[in-house]
Each structure stands twice: as C-alpha cells, then as structure tokens.
C-alpha cells in the first residue's frame, strides 16, 4: 500500500511537471546542412510569458526555417494577444511557415480572420493547401501544406465513420507533385501514406499530442479517441518519405514531455 502511495505520489508531481514546467529539445540529424525547428500543438500551453521559452529556443539555435504545423491557438480562444508576441518574435528569428491545425479550421470565423491578419503581418507564411519554391545553401526546395477537410478529424459532432484523405483528395487540393525535393506541412500525420504517394520528401506533422500518454515508447490515445494511433511521436520512413511527428507542447498529458524538435535535413 505504501509503495503505492509514493508511486501515486510521484506520478502526480511528475504530471505537474510536464504540464507546467518541462520542455524537452529533440534532435534529428538527416545528414543536410538545413536546420528546421519544428514547433506544434501549442494550445493553450504557456512556456513562460508569452511563451518565451519557445522563443528563447529559437533565438539560441538560430533555424535556418520554423515550421509550425497547427494547433498554435485553441479553438476557443478569443484573445489572440500572447500568440501574435510569440510570432512576431520567431519571425524576427528565422523564417516561419505555418499549416492550419483541426483548432484553427473550427475558429469562429471572425477569430480566425484575425489569426490569419496577425500571421501575415507577423511575416509568417501560411501554406493551407498551397507551397513555395525556396533556395536554401545551394538547394532548391518546395515548401508546402497540406489541409483536409474537417470531417476528417470530427464528423456529426463525433468521431465514427471519419472522411479519408486520398491521393485523389490531395491532387485536387495540392495539385502535382513538383519535380523538387519536397518539405510537406501536415498537421495529421494519420494520411501518411498519401503524403508519401504524393510525392513529399518529408512531412512534418503534430496533431497526436505523443498519445497523450506514452507506456514503454507508444503513445496510447489520438485525438479521435482511437487507442495506440500509428504514428504519434518520432520519425518513420513510408515509401521513401521520413515522417516527422512531433508530441507537441500543449494538451494534458504524461510520461510524455512537451517538445520542440531540431531536425538537420
């Protein structure tokens, strides 16, 4: 009884732990030259004031790119105040680009007139559905995002019977691939597959919070209230595409630290 009372004990103090005060910093080496900070899910999260440990982050790694694949604000937030200092202070650090998030799809419209507002003031480049071509020491990249419909996160108020994302869908919304070496913003990484049939590269993506409790390196729950989701923290190689899943920043969760991740492409 007693050994579980500490147990209890230490697994409560650890939670407040990661909810509150924890920030890992992950690393990938690919083996380029082309540092990217990856940053997702924020939420409702606070990492200091005005979350200014996100950008003491990057002012000390100094990116070569910021990608922020959704989930920046909530839903329900009204108040846009502390993610517009956040961003303009990344912007002044490194170039940022962003992908709409399932929470920044269902803003209120007027909410979410204003975040698109404060992004393009800010210099950040919002790539829902449309990319970029950029040269970065010597190579020549297609930077782009990729957003489905919202009812594939939620559908009737629930989360049976959810829409796919085919190729089809992504042709149609995304176009052909291009003949480039492509970096592909998508806030779900559960349509793998079709990114990598599409033609990405890479994939950066969010959205499954880690699981929001990982047991033994496997993250236990989407989202969508499906156990053990398939790709929901780490890097995966599908059909020649690296699938980089971040557990992101915000959202309740345990055994399972808010990240921010540096990859070398």
Request: a positive charge; hydrophobic letters at 40%.
């Given at each position: 009884m007693i050994i579980f009372l500490i147990f209890t004990a230490l697994a409560v103090i650890w939670f407040i732990a990661e909810n509150k005060f924890i920030?890992?910093?992950?690393?990938?080496?690919?083996?380029?030259?082309?540092?990217?900070?990856?940053?997702?899910?924020?939420?409702?999260?606070r990492k200091g004031k005005d979350n200014c440990r996100i950008s003491a982050a990057a002012e000390k790694e100094k990116p070569d790119l910021i990608f922020i694949t959704g989930d920046f604000v909530s839903r329900n937030e009204t108040d846009l105040n502390s993610?517009?200092?956040?961003?303009?202070?990344?912007?002044?650090?490194?170039?940022?680009?962003?992908?709409?998030?399932?929470?920044?799809q269902s803003l209120p419209e007027e909410i979410r007139s204003k975040f698109t507002e404060m992004a393009e003031k800010a210099g950040?480049?919002?790539?829902?559905?449309?990319?970029?071509?950029?040269?970065?020491?010597g190579r020549q990249l297609y930077i782009c995002g990729t957003v489905q419909k919202y009812t594939?996160?939620?559908?009737?108020?629930?989360?049976?019977?959810?829409?796919?994302?085919?190729?089809?869908?992504?042709?149609k919304t995304s176009g052909k691939a291009p003949d480039s070496e492509i970096l592909l913003l998508a806030h779900n990484p559960l349509w793998a597959e079709t990114y990598a049939e599409w033609g990405a590269d890479y994939t950066f993506s969010g959205h499954i919070h880690g699981g929001a409790v990982r047991l033994f390196g496997i993250g236990i729950l989407s989202p969508e209230r499906k156990f053990f989701p398939e790709y929901s923290k780490g890097v995966y190689?599908?059909?020649?595409?690296?699938?980089?899943?971040?557990?992101?920043?915000?959202?309740?969760?345990?055994?399972?630290?808010?990240?921010?991740?540096?990859?070398?492409?």
């Amino acid at each position: 009884m007693i050994i579980f009372l500490i147990f209890t004990a230490l697994a409560v103090i650890w939670f407040i732990a990661e909810n509150k005060f924890i920030l890992n910093f992950r690393r990938k080496d690919f083996g380029g030259n082309i540092r990217i900070m990856h940053i997702s899910d924020i939420h409702h999260s606070r990492k200091g004031k005005d979350n200014c440990r996100i950008s003491a982050a990057a002012e000390k790694e100094k990116p070569d790119l910021i990608f922020i694949t959704g989930d920046f604000v909530s839903r329900n937030e009204t108040d846009l105040n502390s993610a517009e200092i956040l961003l303009n202070r990344l912007c002044n650090i490194s170039q940022v680009y962003m992908v709409s998030g399932n929470h920044e799809q269902s803003l209120p419209e007027e909410i979410r007139s204003k975040f698109t507002e404060m992004a393009e003031k800010a210099g950040a480049l919002i790539l829902d559905n449309t990319g970029k071509c950029v040269t970065i020491k010597g190579r020549q990249l297609y930077i782009c995002g990729t957003v489905q419909k919202y009812t594939t996160y939620c559908k009737n108020g629930g989360y049976n019977n959810l829409d796919r994302f085919t190729l089809n869908d992504m042709k149609k919304t995304s176009g052909k691939a291009p003949d480039s070496e492509i970096l592909l913003l998508a806030h779900n990484p559960l349509w793998a597959e079709t990114y990598a049939e599409w033609g990405a590269d890479y994939t950066f993506s969010g959205h499954i919070h880690g699981g929001a409790v990982r047991l033994f390196g496997i993250g236990i729950l989407s989202p969508e209230r499906k156990f053990f989701p398939e790709y929901s923290k780490g890097v995966y190689n599908i059909g020649g595409m690296k699938l980089c899943v971040s557990a992101g920043i915000g959202k309740i969760r345990l055994f399972n630290p808010p990240e921010i991740i540096i990859y070398a492409i």
